[in-house]
Each structure stands twice: as structure tokens, then as C-alpha cells.
């Protein structure tokens, strides 16, 4: 998060559904998780609810408020990320996710600490975004 410059003015898109550490390492920097729900047949976050989500978090106003949490509607806070997750070894369908991330001019984080050694249309997960984690704990 640091090397992508997330900071407390800072909102991050990503997956409800994942370890705790993928949100934690936002509020850890004081940044904003942004919640988009994840595809119910791969159980990663949904592409086209994080286009959604996007769009309408740089348009502001009452379309960002659905997506913001209750008590987390600053005024100045900025998009700046999307944090996608590999989940149980499956990586998140990140040709869309890199297509929004160009769109609005976000970072795009892989955590692929649940896929390490898959692969995303012959590419090995965790080197896909602009950076990437993986993690040697047993799973």
C-alpha cells in the first residue's frame, strides 16, 4: 500500500471475501476499504460491479454514497486503488479489473496469497498488477 501511495485520503476497492490481512493493510494505512461484492461462481471480486463501483465513486455525490461506508463519506476522499484477490487458488478475472484500473487511472494490487502458482491465461498470478503479494504461509 505504501509503494502505491494509498494514504488516509484514500479509498481502495476490494473484495469483502478474503483473510482479514487483505483489508487490514488499508486500515492500517487509514485508507478506505470500498467493499464490491464478489461472483458468485468464483468467489472473487466481480469486475463489472468494481466498473460500477468506480464510475461511480469518481462521479461523487449520491451515486459514490451507495458504495461508501456509513460513517466514512469524507468529502475529500480519493480513489486510488483496486485491491484484487485470488481466491482459493482460482486468480480474479483481471483482464476487466486492469481495463477499469486504466479507466480511471487506479493501482492495481494482486494478492494472490491464496493462488500461488495458478496461473491467469498463462501467467503466473501474483505478477499481473502493477504489484503483487504472495505469501509461503500453509493454507
Not at 480511471?104 to 502458482?117: K, M, N, P, W
Amino acid at each position: 500500500m505504501r509503494a502505491a501511495g494509498i494514504s488516509a485520503s484514500h479509498a481502495v476497492i476490494t473484495t469483502p471475501f478474503s483473510f482479514v490481512a487483505s483489508a487490514n493493510v488499508l486500515l492500517y494505512e487509514q485508507a478506505v476499504p470500498i467493499f464490491v461484492d464478489v461472483d458468485p461462481l468464483t468467489g472473487n471480486i466481480d469486475p463489472f460491479l468494481v466498473e460500477q463501483a468506480a464510475s461511480d465513486l469518481m462521479e461523487g455525490g449520491s451515486a459514490a454514497a451507495r458504495w461508501l461506508p456509513r460513517r466514512g463519506a469524507e468529502k475529500d476522499l480519493h480513489l486510488k486503488a483496486i485491491l484484487a484477490v485470488d481466491v482459493f487458488g482460482q486468480p480474479a478475472d483481471l483482464d476487466p479489473l486492469r481495463q477499469t484500473a486504466t479507466r480511471y487511472g487506479l493501482h492495481l494490487i494482486e494478492d494472490a496469497c491464496e493462488a500461488l502458482g495458478a496461473e491467469y491465461k498463462g501467467h503466473k498470478a501474483g505478477a499481473l498488477g502493477d504489484s503483487g503479494v504472495v505469501c509461503f504461509l500453509p493454507q
